[in-house]
Nanobody
Framework: QLQLVESGEGLVQPGGSLRLSCAAS????????IGWYRQAPGREREWVAC????????SHADSVRGRFTIGKDDTSGSFYLKMNNVNTDDSGTYYC??????????????????WGNGTVVTVSL
């Protein structure tokens, strides 16, 4: 059972930056497609970004494209979400999710099987 752990929560001012990390407890994420999702209070969870197992293929939601970047730390085998120029709409609980990349084929963030418990991001003055 893959256990995902998010880190990097915090309070950031509008226009600021924050970096979230997603790691697997006791293992690396070298064979998984990784997605970042977020949920604001009173709203449905929404997809933010997706990366293939080596992060050579990435995609981002329109709402964050150009500001957020999903990537991989090859040293640790963890993934990150770098958030720049944040605004108040970016506040919420951020979750990372994973699905095994069968035969190494990337099909995007579909059928995510493993989820972390989330980390809270608050954008406020």
């Amino acid at each position: 059972q893959l256990q995902l752990v998010e880190s990097g929560e915090g309070l950031v001012q509008p226009g600021g930056s924050l970096r979230l990390s997603c790691a697997a407890s006791g293992s690396r994420l070298d064979t998984y497609t990784i997605g970042w999702y977020r949920q604001a209070p009173g709203r449905e969870r929404e997809w933010v970004a997706c990366a293939s197992k080596s992060a050579d293929i990435t995609s981002h939601a329109d709402s964050v494209r150009g500001r957020f970047t999903i990537g991989k730390d090859d040293t640790s085998g963890s993934f990150y979400l770098k958030m720049n120029n944040v605004n108040t709409d970016d506040s919420g609980t951020y979750y990372c999710a994973a699905v095994y990349q069968v035969l190494g084929i990337y099909i995007g963030c579909n059928g995510m099987k493993y989820w972390g418990n989330g980390t809270v991001v608050t954008v406020s003055l």
